[in-house]
C-alpha cells in the first residue's frame, strides 16, 4: 500500500491559495502535491506551479466535461484528494463519483450565504459589502454536484468595519484562507486514514 497521500489543486485564477498550499506541505513525509490542474492555460497559477516545480496540466471544456482526460490523469498520478482553490467550474460526475468526499472547495464567504453560480472571488465582497454585513469570512466545504452546496467541514469569520470595501475585505478573507486552509485539508486527510484504520 502506497503511504503517501497525494493530492491535486485545481484553480483558474491568481493561486495564492495554491501557493500557501504547497508551502506548507513542502516538508510533510506523508501529503504531498502532486500537480496543479487548471482550464486556464494563461492563469498566473500555472507561473507559481513552474515556480514551486510542481508538475501542472491543463484541460479545456470539453475534455472536463466530455471526456475522461481530467480522470484518467488523476489516476495515472494517483491522485487521492482534490482540492479546489479558486477553481470556477461546476465538478463533473465523472469525478465526484470517483472521489466521495475527497473534493474539497474554499469559498469566500459564509455559505449558505453568497453562495451559487457567478459567486466567485471580487463578485463575493462586492455583494457582501453592498449588503452592509458586519461580518463576512470562510466556508471551507465537500463538493458535489451543485456550486457551493456541499457538506461543510469548517468556517472561520472576520468583522467588516466601516471604512472596509471590497478590496480590503478580499485581504481580510484571503489571510483566514492562508491560515486554516492547509490545516484543514490535513485534518481532512488524517481523518481519513484513521477511519479507514478504524474499520
Ligand atoms: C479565493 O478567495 C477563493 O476563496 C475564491 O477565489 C479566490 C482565489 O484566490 N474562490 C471562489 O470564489 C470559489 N467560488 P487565489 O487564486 O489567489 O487562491
Avoid at 513552474?50 to 481530467?70: A, D, E, M, T
Avoid at 458535489?144 to 481580510?172: M, P
Amino acid at each position: 500500500m502506497k503511504k503517501e497521500t497525494h493530492i491535486a489543486i485545481f484553480g483558474s485564477g491568481n493561486g495564492t491559495n495554491a501557493q500557501r498550499i504547497c508551502e506548507y506541505f513542502k516538508e510533510n513525509p506523508s501529503i504531498k502535491i502532486s500537480t496543479i490542474i487548471t482550464n486556464k492555460k494563461d492563469a498566473y497559477i500555472v507561473e507559481r506551479a513552474k515556480n514551486l516545480g510542481i508538475p501542472s496540466h491543463y484541460f479545456n471544456r470539453s475534455q472536463f466535461y466530455s471526456s475522461n482526460n481530467v480522470l484518467s490523469y488523476l489516476k495515472e498520478n494517483e491522485i487521492d484528494f482534490i482540492i479546489l482553490a479558486g477553481f470556477l467550474w461546476l465538478v463533473p460526475q465523472n469525478l465526484l463519483e470517483s472521489y466521495p468526499n475527497k473534493i474539497i472547495n474554499i469559498h469566500p464567504a459564509l455559505l449558505p450565504n453568497y453562495g451559487g453560480k457567478g459567486m466567485y472571488g471580487m463578485h463575493v465582497h462586492e455583494a457582501v459589502i453592498a449588503n452592509h454585513e458586519k461580518e463576512s469570512g470562510i466556508t471551507i466545504h465537500f463538493v458535489d454536484e451543485n456550486y457551493d452546496e456541499g457538506k461543510t467541514i469548517f468556517q472561520a469569520k472576520c468583522q467588516i468595519d466601516a471604512s472596509d470595501d471590497a478590496e480590503s475585505l478580499a485581504q481580510k478573507i484571503h489571510l483566514l484562507e492562508y491560515e486554516h486552509f492547509p490545516k484543514v485539508i490535513e485534518d481532512v486527510i488524517i481523518n481519513y486514514k484513521h477511519n479507514k484504520n478504524d474499520k
